[in-house]
Structures are given as structure tokens and as C-alpha cells.
């Protein structure tokens, strides 16, 4: 590993079966995602969870009960250089969907990963028009890094 590489890193736990294959690849996502909007020092954080785990979160850290798909934090220091993210990540919710929308779980969790971090990165999806921006922006990084169109399917 080069000294640029070790820049950013970037550490998936996945708490859910099947998706082991997939690892690296949200790995080199994640990390062109933060090459792409420059940020060249960042610690990233994926933990890939099931329907009751992210319930859990959701409850603790947003006061809410729902399941959703993705929850990111930015734990950033503003005394520190380095971006540090965290994301949790439902593979229930992506396998659902996946097979609702007709890709795989996979693609699924790459977009969530990839919303998570726009979040992060500044972008939002409150208004129409904020959230039509991000949205093409997904699909664009997702096509780029061989997932294909997923969000506008």
C-alpha cells in the first residue's frame, strides 16, 4: 500500500450473510467516491446490518422506530485534517429492494453507501430539485463503478 492509499481508509464490517464477495468492491467505491469531491485524508466506517440493528440506531441516534436503508454520521474533528464517516447499512432493506427493483442486493447497498456519503459530503434531498441533483449523481458514480444505474431505474 502507498502512502497516498493509506490516506484514506476505508473498514466494512458486514454483519450479514452473502454479500463477503462484494467487500472490496464497496471498498474501491467509497474510496473513488472521496477521490472524486477531493478529499484526499478520510477514515471511512460501513457497518452492514440487518433490519433490527439499524431499528436500533434509528431509535438511539435519530429518535426515531423505523427500519430504514442507510444512516450516516460525520464524526468529523474539526481540529483534524482527516474526514472521518461513519455509515450503517441495511442489507434487508437492500435485498427487498434489489429484488423489488430487479438488481442485486449489491447494487443496492452501493447506492445506499453512496447516499451515505453525499450526505456527508454536503449534498441533500429535502427539496425536489436538491434531491434530483443527488439522485443523478448516484447513478452516475454507480454506473462509473460498474454497478449500473440503480436509484433511476
Known amino acids: 500500500m502507498t502512502e497516498e ?7 466494512i464490517t458486514c454483519r450479514h ?16 467516491i472521496c477521490r472524486r469531491f477531493s478529499v484526499d485524508k478520510a477514515t471511512i466506517s460501513v457497518a452492514i446490518v440487518g433490519d433490527d440493528e439499524i ?12 427500519k430504514t436503508d442507510v444512516i450516516s454520521f ?10 472521518c ?8 432493506q437492500a435485498s427487498r429492494e434489489g429484488e423489488k427493483r430487479g438488481h442485486s442486493p449489491a447494487a443496492e447497498i452501493a447506492l445506499y453507501i453512496t447516499h451515505g456519503l453525499l450526505h456527508n459530503l454536503g ?10 441533483k ?13 454497478f449500473g444505474i440503480v436509484y433511476n431505474k
Open 5 to 11: 492509499q493509506a490516506d484514506i481508509i476505508i473498514d
Open 17 to 32: 450473510p452473502g454479500l463477503d464477495g462484494d467487500l472490496d468492491r464497496f471498498r474501491e467505491l467509497a474510496e473513488g
Open 55 to 66: 431499528t436500533k440506531v434509528n431509535a438511539e441516534f435519530l429518535d426515531s422506530t423505523a
Open 74 to 83: 460525520d464524526l468529523t474533528d474539526e481540529q483534524d485534517s482527516r474526514q
Open 85 to 92: 464517516y461513519e455509515l450503517v447499512v441495511n442489507a434487508e
Open 123 to 132: 449534498f441533500d434531498d429535502a427539496e425536489a430539485d436538491q434531491a434530483k
Open 134 to 146: 443527488m439522485h443523478e449523481t448516484e447513478d452516475e458514480i454507480l454506473q462509473q463503478a460498474g
